[in-house]
């Protein structure tokens, strides 16, 4: 006796996940389309400089909090 690796559709019409011959389900037997960018640039110094900006922004939220409260946490210190 041999198993072999086949699926059955789910009977249920809205459920698009594929059921195993194990009785499992897998939530993902699609695979989704790669997508390539064509003006893609450098990933790293994009991620600093988001990183850095938002830093800022806390930073400049951390000020205005003390100055509104006196507090450098409000509610905490």
């Known amino acids: 006796?041999?198993?072999?690796?086949?699926t059955i559709q789910s009977a249920n019409k809205q459920d698009?996940?594929?059921?195993?011959?194990?009785?499992?389900?897998?939530m993902f037997a699609t695979e989704v389309a790669m997508q390539?960018?064509?003006?893609?640039s450098n990933h790293?110094?994009?991620?600093?400089?988001?990183?850095g900006?938002?830093?800022?922004?806390?930073?400049?939220a951390l000020i205005g909090a003390y100055i509104t409260t006196g507090q450098i946490i409000p509610g905490i210190f």
């Open 1 to 6: 006796m041999t198993l072999t690796s086949t």
């Open 53 to 60: 900006r938002w830093a800022m922004v806390g930073f400049i």
């Open 44 to 51: 790293p110094e994009e991620a600093e400089k988001a990183n």
């Open 16 to 26: 698009s996940s594929v059921i195993t011959e194990y009785g499992k389900q897998n």
């Open 36 to 40: 390539v960018e064509q003006n893609y």
